[in-house]
């Protein structure tokens, strides 16, 4: 049921000025390697100029002061990456939702469901249940009792969500995920674990998307919180009573222990691990595999971690990090006596 | 369905003294920040007395020499985070379990189920499935062929156990977790892989928690083995034939080899990573993110890893990692010539 | 339904020599520890030499040239562990696959299954899937619109495949693995996130294993691809158009970030992190917990990281990396001044 769209339809999408012909039609996107002549492609990172020249696109999305570079119809805008991001909403695959509660779903007791709700096959929802209007629910997926899902927010298949979860509107969580599993609290007692009951919920705001098999753990006491806009990846750890700011962004495989606050717009990338207990403000940025183990009082980047050296090498020098401490006490002493 | 409780009804629970109104009403319990009247709250970080003065809560549990801190009322004992953990118990969140097996479960040939067990819906059991009395299984959870679940365990949604699985009594397994997939073990062979059947099983003892898509393998020969009293949180890999002692805890994202044994009592931090065929002793604490590449044998903490800093900062001092064996000769030479 | 073999039937399997009895029967494989009388064994690793003349073993698969060390009946055979890897597949557990549809499965519209394909209770299948034949779809497990899924692929219970994927002939996809969530991909616009629909797929090839909990997902545009004999542990992170070579292995907790494309016969190790937009030649080995940033070009054995030490003793080390570029400074102002 794909459809194709006119060079003026698209540039009218996003208001950008079109070079060519506007009645040329596109039916799909791709990079500039790839794209053939129905393909509208985008040149975002300067890094990849030397591709217009060869690339087989109908059209491509193009800045201005660029324009010169591509021969074909283009469609001139100032930033074409997000040009694109809009664009690719026109293109992506949607399946026919079935309205209504598919027989093979189960629904509790005193369940609320709005209007063109989608509850898919083999679905449960626990007693209390309330899906606002448009939410889609995905095969296999759990809603626990008196857990609220807000408007127009989709469920991939197999997700399960416990009980007491509020999830806000417009969000996107992807299969597997876990929301509200209990937080890790447990009191040492004569050699074993008394455990503590997690008694707080989740909250999660408006546009939030949520990544395959990410887990998110109700809060001890008071909810773990994210709110809205915050965008989460795949096999991502969240701990009982986080709270993650605004618009922040988190890559795959990171973990973040329990009641640490993360502020508004950081971008967290790939397995990071942040210690509990910490503040970090607003506008931080966290490199790839960085341990975090203080509060971070001031936007920026930071880092941690070692350079990837060939295993012979890494050998020889990785040793000495053990003599660091002697390191810093012979060059003293080398520096003393040089002195005398 | 939640209800409230006296003061003496609390001490009494946790053997605890009451100082104020023995009938003042608790109907739930909050944080020393966030409690209101009908709250009780604790105190066993000595970094939070600062809040014991302002708190609203309607009652305290405080440690008897710290009693003249907090005005109101209190429950004087000696270990109040050991009774916050125990009274958490009376606020949880109990839902409707119907016992019994759901219409919509499946469930094999030549099962054994025992006394108000509950099969939600959708649940599929293999053949030969044994649930020993009062196990709930969630919603959505498949139990494979011929694996016994002990006494009053429960597995929350969507949790999946393959065949030849033996789960202990009282333990919770929570959602997405996966018990016995098979372990990665392959023969390399003319530059492919063959695999090796996994052929052992899992055995988990009594009073186990698995967090949310934890994954736990099969044996290759022999079995994978967690014993009483483990806890184990989100996202946490055993790989095949390890071995876990007595009431270990493992926080988050860590991921431990094959064939490795881990003592009784240790603390495994977050996202810490241990390679195969180690001995790990009893009573060792690792720090987060921490690569263990060698045997453990004497109790205490063990670290490793690199601070955060600012990435400029970062990578000024990282370059010279690779730096570090010449260094070390540099040092060398120059304490032989400070010394001719 | 386990049955037992002769000395002579399994020597048949493998091509080995059998010195002893060639009628003796054989009920399972063990190790060499653990093996009793109607066990066979192997030894692999000369390291486990030591448990040859204590073994209970019923026979040992062994090299000609080890073959003295042990005294029983023996299969002599140049590479034991990969005899070992065969003959597990005779030994595995088969449960009885039931052939067909089961009455709880939803089929979508316009499905074509092959012969004996068996689709699980409670099984959700999209429109236009195609299962070839003898694909097994265990419990609980979803496949998107249009997916098709190549002949005796296996899914566990519990496996999520979005639309639009294509899985190879003779692959074995774990529980709660997820294949073709979106990746990560949104354009930053005024402190918000827009979201760039993932309209490309996933691709994989033949004999491909994929771990428990394992995410792969689909391309931005175009497709990420695993190639013919890919072997993948649990809980790995593939980002999208990530394309990894034939025969590559790779362990758990590994994440590989967007669009980098990784050799042939690689083995990467568990909890390795690989940055996007890198090209990993054929051939390279990672260690464990190792952060890849940059490209490698030549084959060979590769890492990073700290090793373990006490907590106290690595506090005193590891507060020294900070001061790595004042290290240098300062050794070469000493070796200036002594060669003044």
Known sequence: MKRSYSLAELAQHVEAQVIGEPQYLISALASLQNATANDLSFIANPAYKKYLATSGAGAVLIRPDMADEFPGNKLLIANPYLAYARLSELFKYTNQVVMGVHPTAVVGQDCILGENVSVGPNVVLGDGVELADG?????????????????????????????????????????????????????????????????????????????????????????????????????????????????????????????????????????????????????????????VSSTIREPGSYSSGIALSPTKEWRKNAVHFRHLDTFASRLKNLEKKSTD
Chains 1, 2, 3 share one sequence.
């Open 135 to 291: 939410v889609v629910v995905g095969a296999g997926s759990y809603v626990g009792d008196h857990s609220c899902i807000g408007a127009h927010t989709r469920l991939a298949a197999n997700v399960s969500i416990y009980h007491g979860v509020s999830i806000g509107s417009h969000c996107l969580l992807h299969s597997g995920c876990v929301i509200g599993a209990d937080g890790f609290g447990f009191a040492p007692h004569a050699g074993q674990w008394v455990k503590i009951q997690q008694l707080g919920g989740v909250v999660i705001g408006n546009h939030v998307e949520i990544g395959a098999a990410t887990c998110i753990d109700r809060g001890a006491l008071g909810d773990t919180i994210l709110n809205d806009g915050v965008i989460i990846d795949n096999l991502v750890q969240i701990a009982h009573n986080v709270v993650i700011g605004k618009n922040t962004a988190i890559a795959a495989h990171t973990a973040i222990a329990g009641s640490t606050t993360i502020g508004d717009n950081c971008t967290i990338a790939g397995a990071v691990g942040i210690a509990g207990h910490l503040n970090i403000a607003s506008g931080v940025h966290v490199t790839a595999m960085s341990m």
